[in-house]
T-cell receptor, first 109, second 115 residues
Framework: GQNIDQPTEMTATEGAIVQINCTYQ??????LFWYQQHAGEAPTFLSY????GLEEKGRFSSFLSRSKGYSYLLLKELQMKDSASYLC??????????FGRGTSLIVHP | DTEVTQTPKHLVMGMTNKKSLKCEQH?????MYWYKQKAKKPPELMFV???????INESVPSRFSPECPNSSLLNLHLHALQPEDSALYLC??????????????FGPGTRLTVT
């Protein structure tokens, strides 16, 4: 089976940096995805990690440590529009991604 | 075209009705998925079609019946639903169901209310 854990909610200030953590336990590993989902909308793809290390994409970066079963999503220069739910999804041996519960990020002015 | 479309956007149905949700993609993706999502919860996988064949059914009640008429279309037939089935139903597609780097593209969802 798979177990994915992320914090339920985080708050941060506009212009700041926030790190959203995700820990996982899976049977096999074929990659970890981060998605952003605004309320009432579909998830949109942010990043993918399959090897250890940091992947940077503009204001967003994602890190993976396979030995620790750990990933984080780093959001820099926060904007109000970044208020959303951030979903960590892990592909285990079945190649089907399993989603974590999501972290609701609230950005304050 | 990197879009997954879903119709209808909203659906209200009674417990004795029969309705269908539709999903379409023209990206040449070979995997298509149905998810159910309740408020403030993550998407829950219902069905996966791989190369137009049902590959995964996550113990979904028979009142939900998926259909994949061709590689671009995915339907979800609904019959005798319960109020607790009210949720956002998301369709997704991905290029290679057996590939590791295989991001999913989600449709906007159908907001279903069962009365």
């Amino acid at each position: 089976g798979q177990n994915i854990d992320q914090p339920t909610e985080m708050t941060a200030t506009e212009g700041a940096i926030v790190q959203i953590n995700c820990t996982y336990q899976t049977s096999g590993f074929n990659g970890l995805f981060w998605y952003q989902q605004h309320a009432g909308e579909a998830p949109t793809f942010l990043s993918y990690n399959v090897l250890d290390g940091l992947e940077e994409k503009g204001r967003f970066s994602s890190f993976l440590s396979r030995s620790k079963g750990y990933s984080y999503l780093l959001l820099k220069e926060l904007q109000m529009k970044d208020s959303a739910s951030y979903l960590c999804a892990v592909k285990g041996g079945s190649y089907i991604p399993t989603f974590g519960r999501g972290t609701s990020l609230i950005v304050h002015p | 075209d990197t879009e997954v479309t879903q119709t209808p956007k909203h659906l209200v149905m009674g417990m004795t009705n029969k309705k269908s949700l539709k999903c379409e993609q023209h990206m040449g993706h070979r995997a298509m998925y149905w998810y159910k999502q309740k408020a403030k919860k993550p998407p829950e996988l219902m069905f996966v079609y791989s190369y137009e064949k049902l590959s995964i059914n996550e113990s979904v009640p028979s009142r939900f019946s998926p259909e994949c008429p061709n590689s671009s279309l995915l339907n979800l037939h609904l019959h005798a639903l319960q109020p607790e089935d009210s949720a956002l139903y998301l369709c997704a597609s991905s290029q290679d169901p057996t590939g590791a780097w295989d991001e999913q593209y989600f449709g906007p969802g159908t907001r279903l209310t069962v009365t």
